[in-house]
């Protein structure tokens, strides 16, 4: 799965691992915990997440990283209610209610935005 975060975000995780952030109160209901780290499955969506949220949510960030995330076993995901189901039934992105270790979390590049 892929996950998309600006470098700051980043440098924390190398030491913490990738820890859930508190939810919009939107969505509360949608999850049996307030706070989650979405996932995507896709590269392609994460990379949209990329180009056409992060660059509004964070304007005074110019860094970003790409990251690649192998979700352990015993680790609680839900699919995501928002992003919805692609043909086959499968969820497009997933909620992580659990602290991912570090070791689990890859760089796949770092972007940056002028």
């Known amino acids: 799965m892929y996950h998309v975060t600006t470098w700051k975000n980043w440098l924390n995780i190398q030491e913490h691992g990738l820890v859930p ?11 049996p915990s ?3 780290t ?11 997440f990329l ?3 992060l660059y509004d ?14 979700v352990p076993s ?8 928002e992003m919805g189901l692609d043909d086959e039934g499968k969820p497009y992105a ?3 209610l659990d602290i991912i270790p570090a070791e689990c ?3 796949l590049r770092k972007e940056t935005v002028s």
Request: glycine share 8%; proline share 7%; aromatic share 12%.
């Open 105 to 107: 979390v890859i760089l």
């Open 74 to 81: 015993g680790i609680r995901t839900i699919p995501d209610p």
């Open 94 to 96: 997933y909620a992580v």
């Open 51 to 53: 180009e056409g949220y």
């Open 57 to 70: 949510m964070f304007p005074d960030e110019n860094e970003f990283a790409l990251l690649e995330v192998n």
């Open 21 to 31: 952030q508190l939810l919009p109160a939107e969505l509360w209901d949608a999850f």
């Open 38 to 48: 979405y996932l995507g499955v896709d590269i392609a969506l994460v990379e949209g």
């Open 34 to 36: 307030k706070q989650a």
